[in-house]
């Protein structure tokens, strides 16, 4: 397609008016700048109309539309109507982006249906340009009818750049003005363009269209009515439009609700073939436009066919209106301006489908005319040069006698500037230092992004759509806040991991580290680390010591004389629960190793550089499994449970049947300093509500069951786990011997 334009006049041309939009754009905004819509004398498809009649009434409209606007040297883009053209959308094989042109030109002569020089035909690209396979649009229509398209227009000296099919028009519109409808290649939204002898059926997604047109509008109502009170097709026309005003409403509507029927079952049929096409795409709304949709009824009762949200626009929600411009007027035509608007945004290069059928002589004559003005324009401007230069030749050795003095002025300046550039040199020379003490000063924060990137490759570790790829569903539900979708899935079933808690600290030596080191005690041992290299508390500090934390807990203080490799890395606490009925299946599974896809949390982080498709090594690496530096605990979640970790869910609290029944007899029962005295608390899901509590059972009596040691029978839901461990960090950086850990002071 030819280069956009800043402005362009878009002119649809149909049976009952002439619709026409001057669009603008500036940056990514689109303005109109002047719109016109010239209704015909007569309805050119209505009985009695001859060819040449339907050609003065057209030629009528143009001169009305050229003689109320100022059309200048703005560029014409006009449409022509869906069933007298030709789409199809094929997948090309792999191919070099140089040899798609050839592929597919040979493409379209096996696929157009007519002899490839009685066509005017265009591709567009639709998929990825760097995506494997091509998927190609192929847009065609016969010679003929462009030309009698085009030939009004040139009648009254409009020349035509651009030509587009209504249909694309229509999904050039929908994808721009309205994203969201087409965000997903798996929701379609349906445009319905009710014209005067056909209906525009443009089915969207994010990277695809589908076209089909109906030979049904708003013409075939007006037919119904004219047969039924045999009246001629203008009193008929009429008489629809002021239908719901007429005492003889009922008896309109009654003799148009056949045509009802057909025009909604011809809709209903086409979709439906679309979506047995298409299984994998759902449908999700209706966009209505065209003056067929002026019908009262119509779309309600379409709507009721379909079964599908059925909306017709009253504005358009990215096209801002020129203050020149009657935004009143403008916004009465909303619905009859959905073409032209399509067709103007690929006039300004706005648009996702930019084919153009101009008919390649007329284009070729367009692209030589402007080149016309270029070639002569450029020989006077080199004419003009040319004796410029000579002038200036002569100007020059004039001037170069009288500038003596400039010149010996300039050496001074030159010779000064010399100078200061070497004091520049002395200065930049110093500022390298700077730059060295700065670089040195800036290399303390060179690890400061290790934490955010330890959570991260925690948290991608966990159970999800990645990991998961089974329970793809659930995961989006949940991530786009679907409850009832994420429900569907029984809650044992659900294989999700929530945190309550994470710890992370970084310790010199992960062999000595503690799981339940506190801060105070790693600060110790930071202080024992800063004394001699390793000589040590005295006897009587470290007895002190032993006597607050313990032996165990001594260990981390790593005692004189110890010896051995240090190996540096982050010791970590994870706490939460899962609604998993195996809970252990999703954190440490056992005999696992050669199934990826039944990997747990710890087996992926023990197999991070195939987990995370590393080339090179993973930056941690799990440090040992053995019970001292690996622990996992796990039991149902109960709130009677001292072991049960904080933060697990919500508390709700149920007041019991008595307490109810008293709150309901005696006023202000529960509005006291207490509220209800007696009732059971809860822990709920605070996204699904769904109680994760294990639920003391009753017999047949409704008495609570117990064990034989007397101990509540409960049924268990959720369950929680703690997990410690120890990960190396492969890329710390060296230890200065007898330098503690400094990070160890946050």
């Not at 009985?47 to 606007?69: D, H, K, P, T």
């Not at 609290?653 to 006291?672: E, Q, R």
Request: hydrophobic fraction near 40%.
């Amino acid at each position: 397609m030819a280069a956009a334009s800043d402005a362009i006049w878009a002119i649809d041309l149909g049976s009952n008016s002439l619709k026409a939009l001057h669009l603008a754009a500036v940056g990514e905004t689109v303005q109109v700048i002047g719109f016109d819509h010239v209704p015909h004398g007569k309805i050119l498809s209505s009985s009695g109309v001859s060819a040449a009649e339907r050609e003065e009434l057209i030629a009528i409209s143009l001169r009305q539309f050229a003689q109320r606007n100022d059309v200048g040297f703005d560029p014409i883009i006009i449409s022509v109507p869906s069933q007298s053209s030709f789409a199809r959308f094929v997948t090309l094989p792999p191919v070099e982006a140089k040899r798609l042109p050839e592929i597919v030109k040979f493409e379209a002569a096996q696929q157009i249906p007519f002899d490839m020089s009685e066509v005017q035909w265009d591709y567009q690209l639709m998929s990825d340009p760097d995506s494997p396979e091509k998927k190609v649009g192929l847009f065609a229509i016969k010679n003929e009818i462009v030309n009698a398209a085009m030939e009004p227009l040139e009648r009254e000296d409009l020349t035509v750049s651009y030509v587009q099919m209504a249909s694309m028009a229509l999904y050039n519109y929908l994808l721009f003005d309205r994203p969201d409808l087409v965000s997903s290649d798996k929701r379609a939204t349906v445009v319905l363009n009710v014209g005067a002898d056909s209906t525009d059926l443009v089915v969207c997604t994010a990277s695809g269209v589908w076209q089909r047109c109906i030979t049904m509008g708003g013409n075939a109502f007006t037919n119904a009515i004219a047969e039924t009170f045999k009246l001629s097709f203008e009193k008929a026309e009429k008489l629809k439009r002021t239908a719901p005003v007429s005492k003889y409403a009922r008896q309109i509507f009654q003799a148009m609700r056949p045509v009802f029927t057909d025009w909604a079952a011809e809709v209903q049929r086409s979709l439906g073939f679309y979506t047995s096409s298409n299984p994998d795409v759902k449908l999700a709304r209706v966009v209505a436009m065209g003056g067929g949709t002026k019908l009262r009824g119509l779309l309600k009762y379409l709507q009721q066919t379909l079964q599908i949200p059925v909306e017709k626009p009253d504005a358009f929600k990215r096209l801002a209106v020129s203050p020149a411009v009657s935004a009143a007027k403008f916004h009465e035509s909303v619905g009859d301006f959905g073409v032209v608007y399509g067709l103007g945004l690929q006039g300004v290069g706005l648009a996702r489908i930019e084919s153009n059928l101009l008919p390649t002589n007329v284009a070729r004559s367009m692209a030589w005319a402007g080149k016309t003005r270029y070639f002569t324009g450029a020989a006077v401007l080199l004419l003009i040069v040319s004796f410029l230069c000579l002038g200036r030749v002569g100007l020059n050795r004039v001037s170069y006698a009288r500038s003596e003095d400039i010149r010996s002025k300039n050496n001074r300046i030159i010779a000064k500037a010399m100078e200061i550039t070497k004091a520049r040199g002395n200065i930049d020379n110093q500022t390298t230092e700077w730059n060295e003490a700065m670089k040195k000063q800036f290399s303390y924060f060179q690890y400061r992004e290790i934490i955010p990137e330890l959570y991260g490759t925690i948290l991608s570790a966990l159970p999800n759509a990645k990991t998961n790829p089974k329970d793809r569903d659930l995961y989006e539900a949940f991530d786009r806040g679907d409850i009832a979708k994420v429900m569907q899935v029984p809650r044992p079933e659900r294989k999700q991991v929530f945190l309550t808690t994470a710890s992370i600290y970084y310790a010199d030596d992960l062999g000595t580290a503690q799981f339940k080191a506190t801060a105070s005690m790693r600060k110790d041992s930071l202080m024992q680390e800063q004394m001699d290299a390793g000589a040590g508390y005295d006897d009587q500090t470290m007895a002190m010591y032993e006597q607050i934390y313990g032996k165990e807990a001594m260990k981390i203080f790593g005692g004189a004389g110890s010896t051995g490799e240090k190996v540096p890395g982050f010791v970590v606490m994870l706490e939460g629960y899962s609604p998993y009925k195996k809970i252990g299946d999703l954190l440490d599974p056992p005999n696992v190793q050669d199934d990826p896809s039944r990997w747990g949390l710890m087996t992926r982080l023990a197999n991070l550089k195939q987990f995370q498709h590393l080339d090179a090594n993973a930056p941690f690496e799990v440090y040992d499994k053995t019970a001292d530096h690996f622990k996992i605990e796990t039991g149902p979640v109960d709130v009677d449970a001292e072991s049960l970790p904080m933060g697990v869910g919500a508390w709700k609290f149920t007041p019991s049947a008595a307490a109810l029944a008293a709150a309901a007899t005696t006023p202000g029962y529960d509005m006291g300093m207490t509220g209800y005295q007696d009732g059971t608390w809860t822990l709920i899901d605070p996204v699904t509500q769904e109680t994760i509590s294990a639920e003391t059972k009753s017999d047949a009596y409704g008495k609570p069951m117990v064990d034989s040691l007397g101990k509540p029978v409960k049924t268990n839901r959720d369950y929680w786990f703690k997990l410690q461990f120890k990960l190396k960090w492969n890329g710390a950086p060296p230890t200065p011997t007898g330098v503690a850990d400094k990070s160890n002071r946050r």
